[in-house]
């Protein structure tokens, strides 16, 4: 597609519940990173992925969180068992290139979890 | 260790005025650099980058950014500001590695 598309764009969950959220990478691109973005905060490091090899994932707060990307496309970060303090934007952002400090990356609008 | 450091929280500028955004990284070594805008309910959009070269960089919506080694600052200036500029500014750093580390943002307010 044009960008990435991310969905959905807002859920709210209560505490407890598992939730699922899906990234559709630009059509091509190498590399697919998630990030958490709490309220006023910039966007923190989750999770990175080569093809559908997941290369880092230091920055997953907890074994709650998982995601996936088996086909090398799209990707799905699941959190389970969902806190309060998960409540944030999570972005997905996809790049053509592969491991390399010069990524430019293009981020998708991303999706707000909202945890009651 | 590594940071990446907006100072100002928020800004207000009136319309047409000039604008800088401030960032200050720690790292290593000469880390690669971007400044990235969001909108509200929108994804983050690249406004430039520095990866090497020329310290002075242009970007798009007008805005520039200057690389100073010595004082480890990679700050975003605009002449003339627009009402359709108020959105929050990030700087981000690459290394080496693959992922960006980004500053906490600044907050931008036009004035009529």
């Known amino acids: 597609g044009a960008g990435v598309s991310q969905s959905p764009r807002y859920k709210v969950a209560k505490r407890g519940q598992d939730v699922a959220l899906r990234c559709d990478p630009i059509?091509?691109?190498?590399?697919l990173f998630w990030y958490q973005q709490a309220l006023g905060q910039g966007p923190e490091f989750l999770t990175y992925?080569?093809?559908?090899?997941?290369?880092?994932k230091s920055g997953l707060p907890s074994d709650r969180f998982f995601a996936e990307r088996p086909e090398g496309s799209v990707s799905t970060l699941k959190i389970q068992r969902t806190q309060q303090e998960d409540s944030a934007v999570y972005l997905c952002?996809?790049?053509?290139?592969?491991?390399?400090?010069?990524?430019?990356?293009?981020f998708g609008a991303g999706s707000r979890l909202t945890v009651l | 260790a590594q940071s990446v450091t907006q100072p100002d929280i928020h800004i207000t500028v009136s319309e047409g005025a000039s604008l800088e955004l401030r960032c200050n990284y720690s790292?290593?070594?000469?880390?690669?650099l971007f400044w990235y805008v969001q909108s509200p309910g929108q994804g983050l959009q690249l406004l430039l980058k520095?990866?090497?070269?020329?310290?002075l960089v242009q970007g798009i919506k007008g805005f520039e950014a200057e690389f100073k080694r010595s004082q480890s600052s990679f700050n975003l200036r605009k002449p003339s500001v627009h009402w359709s500029d108020a959105a929050e500014y990030f700087c981000a750093v690459g290394t080496s590695g693959y992922a960006l580390n980004f500053g906490k943002g600044t907050s931008l307010l036009v004035t009529p």
């Open positions: 992925f080569q093809n559908e090899a997941q290369l880092d």
């Open positions: 059509s091509g691109h190498v590399s």
């Open positions: 520095y990866f090497s070269g020329d310290t």
């Open positions: 952002a996809s790049s053509f290139l592969g491991v390399s400090g010069a990524n430019v990356l293009t």
């Open positions: 790292y290593g070594a000469t880390p690669y």
